[in-house]
């Protein structure tokens, strides 16, 4: 199935279907028991930037697709998103499993990757062209326990409770189904696992990113703990950025 979307999307004839994906897949959520509750959206005027759909009050992004894969990897990122010290405050143990949702090229799934050489990086996607850019990576840094893992838009398909830590970096606010998405991660992760959003401050006029690429505090913890998550701390280390730590409660 991944292999036709491939092809169908574009991708040369030699990229072979990312590696492990299938073993971290569970078939599409279905929570209804056949009573379909009122959708959590409205519809609206889409911004600029926006889709017109609208979850909280808050606008959805319009997501950047593969094209803007090389905006992912710039070198200004180190200087201004500090990726080291992010992973470092991710207190990571060497035999954990980690989702990096939204891994895109894997910028920051390479650098878990060698932290965590007892365990595995779920680098999580929905996009075939960004998990044949990770699987090729994968394989030409000899890091067997990188396994791409093609998501859906309302679900990360991981299996249940078997993630310890899950980063999203800069991704959340483009999710289209943010309620299922978080409770889909929230049904993934252990009891008393943790869920890190990185997100730019919504708070804070001088971050020179567009208005719906940045979320506040306040907006991330009540979309959130609406999924059953409880908010731990907002690390302030970033120049900025948010760094929210969430727990599945024990």
């Known amino acids: 199935m991944l292999a036709a979307a491939l092809a169908a ?8 279907p990312p590696r492990d994906t299938t073993s971290a897949l569970t078939p599409p959520r279905d929570t209804s028991g056949g009573f379909r509750a009122p959708s959590p959206y409205t519809e609206g005027a889409a911004s600029a930037d926006g889709t017109g759909r609208y979850y909280m009050g808050r606008e ?9 894969a090389a905006w992912l990897e710039r070198p200004e990122r180190e200087r201004t998103e500090l990726p080291a010290l992010v992973v470092e405050n991710l207190d990571l143990q060497g035999d954990e499993i980690v989702a990096d949702i939204g891994a895109g090229t894997g910028y920051f799934t390479f650098r878990i990757a060698p932290l965590v050489p007892q365990g595995r990086v779920l680098a999580v996607d929905i996009q075939p ?3 044949s850019i990770l699987e090729r990576r994968a394989e030409e840094e000899a890091m067997p326990n990188v396994a791409p893992v ?3 838009e309302d679900d990360p398909r991981l299996q249940t409770e078997s993630v310890d830590v ?8 483009e999710f289209f189904y943010p309620r299922e998405m978080a409770e889909a991660i929230y049904d993934a992760t252990r009891p008393g696992g943790r869920l890190v959003l990185v997100e730019y401050r919504a708070e804070d006029p001088s971050v020179p990113i567009r208005r719906l690429h940045k979320m ?11 999924a059953g ?3 731990v701390e907002n690390r302030d280390f970033l120049p900025q950025q948010h760094f929210l730590v969430f727990e599945r409660p024990a």
Do not use: K, N
Request: glycine letters at 6%; a neutral charge.
């Open 229 to 231: 998550f409880r908010f």
């Open 60 to 68: 959805i992004a319009r997501v950047m697709d593969h094209r803007g």
């Open 216 to 226: 506040s505090e306040a907006q991330v913890r009540r979309e959130l703990e609406a």
């Open 129 to 131: 062209q960004m998990l």
């Open 150 to 152: 093609w998501g859906a």
């Open 166 to 173: 899950t980063l999203i970096v800069d991704a959340y606010h």
């Open 9 to 16: 999307a574009g991708c040369q004839a030699q990229h072979t």
